[in-house]
């Protein structure tokens, strides 16, 4: 790959990262939570986006297969050279940057978010308290601090949809509707998780699948 042909994607921070989108990935895939081509990352970097493309395994991603965008404008700044077209996530990536000023998001197909939405089939929102974890979860933003142990986080469902692009207009809604979650769960789907950085984003994503892990595991101990 001829270093002109990465366009933005050449240098600076663009560069930076999109090596992460492809490293992070890598560690998303090996958590069990971006397999099969599902699930996905961007990272912002001022005014640009970079998106991973759609239909790949994003495990085995390179920078010369990613996308960026004007979050200002919508227009592509890159696209790589190969026929590819960028994620169908990235509606939902934008309601995430647009309406909560977010640094990157993450996008799991988790199975623990396929479980809850088996044990919470008619709640609105996952609720829990009393775990450890809690206190790694920020109230939106790590700007409006974080939950403590007895707090009651509330993380809203919404309705899966035949494709990702139509889940932009119930996403928005529940993150503006739960201005103190920082995730949102798609039923029988996966998660779309935010933070202020990557790296809080990464940490909120983790943070947040722990607790659903954990939570799932001491109901089964009741039984
Ligand atoms: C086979 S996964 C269907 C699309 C989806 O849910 C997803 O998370 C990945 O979409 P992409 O366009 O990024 O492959
Ligand atoms: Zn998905």
Redesign the pocket.
């Known amino acids: 790959m001829k270093s002109s042909e990465l366009g933005c994607l050449e240098s600076g921070d663009l560069r930076i990262s999109g090596e992460l989108i492809c490293k992070i990935c890598q560690d998303l895939y090996n958590s069990g939570w ?1 397999t ?5 990352i961007t990272i912002r970097s001022g005014d640009a986006i970079v998106i ?5 395994q ?1 495990e085995r991603m390179q920078l010369e297969h990613l996308f960026v965008m004007s979050l200002k404008t919508r227009e592509y700044l890159h696209k790589p050279l190969q026929a590819l ?6 509606p939902l990536f934008l309601a995430a940057y647009t309406c909560r000023d977010a640094y990157a998001c993450i ?1 799991t ?1 988790s199975q623990e978010a396929i479980l809850l939405s088996e044990v919470f089939p008619n709640s609105d929102y996952f609720s829990a308290s009393g775990f450890e974890v809690l206190r790694h979860i920020p109230r939106g933003s790590k700007r409006n601090g974080f939950y403590s142990v007895t707090d009651a986080v509330k993380i809203p469902f919404i309705n899966n949809t035949a ?2 692009s139509d889940l932009h207009d119930s996403l928005k809604a529940a993150i503006l509707a739960y201005p103190e979650a920082c995730a949102v769960i798609v039923r029988d ?2 998660i779309y998780c935010w933070g202020d950085t990557w790296q809080d984003t990464k940490m909120n994503t983790e943070a947040v699948e722990y607790l659903f892990q954990a939570y799932l595991r001491s109901r089964k101990i009741e039984y």
């Open positions: 971006v099969g081509t599902g699930g996905g991973a493309p759609s239909g790949v994003k077209k960028p994620s169908q996530c990235t996008h197909h494709h990702e789907h996966g």
